[in-house]
């Protein structure tokens, strides 16, 4: 399975991004499709997950600035980011889990697939 994000740039304060993931074979039964991003010195953490139901999960500083989505049909997942900050500067990387029988959303450690990351600045 292959990944590759993109949509990444640069945008001032204030600003929107959507950022799009491609997967090279059928997610409609992938448990767990997510996004990560990883600034400078600091460590990849999630923004953003949706299991195959669509629930999600995000990271407390994105809540209610950016929206996950997927679409199974063009194996696409999506992040909408508006009211960006300077703080979401990082590289960008989405990720799948593709069997999850928990009930919890799994850790970074635990996705099978990463894409190649997509930097996004956001200049104050």
């Known amino acids: 399975v292959q990944l590759q994000a993109f949509g990444g740039g640069l945008v001032q304060a204030g600003g929107s991004l959507r950022l799009s993931c491609a997967v090279s074979?059928?997610?409609?039964?992938?448990?767990?499709m997510g996004w990560f991003r990883q600034a400078p010195l600091e460590e990849r953490e999630l923004v953003a997950a949706?299991?195959?139901?669509?629930?999600?999960n995000y990271y407390q500083s994105v809540k209610g600035r950016f929206t996950i989505s997927r679409d199974n049909a063009k194996n696409m997942v999506y992040l909408q980011m508006n009211s960006l900050k300077p703080e979401d500067t990082a590289v960008y990387y989405c990720?799948?889990?593709?069997?999850?029988?928990?009930?919890?959303?799994?850790?970074?450690?635990?996705?099978?697939?990463w894409g190649q990351g997509t930097l996004v600045t956001v200049s104050s």
């Open positions: 990720a799948v889990k593709v069997e999850y029988g928990s009930a919890r959303f799994p850790e970074l450690w635990e996705y099978d697939y």
């Open positions: 949706i299991r195959k139901g669509g629930s999600t």
């Open positions: 074979e059928n997610i409609a039964s992938s448990d767990v």
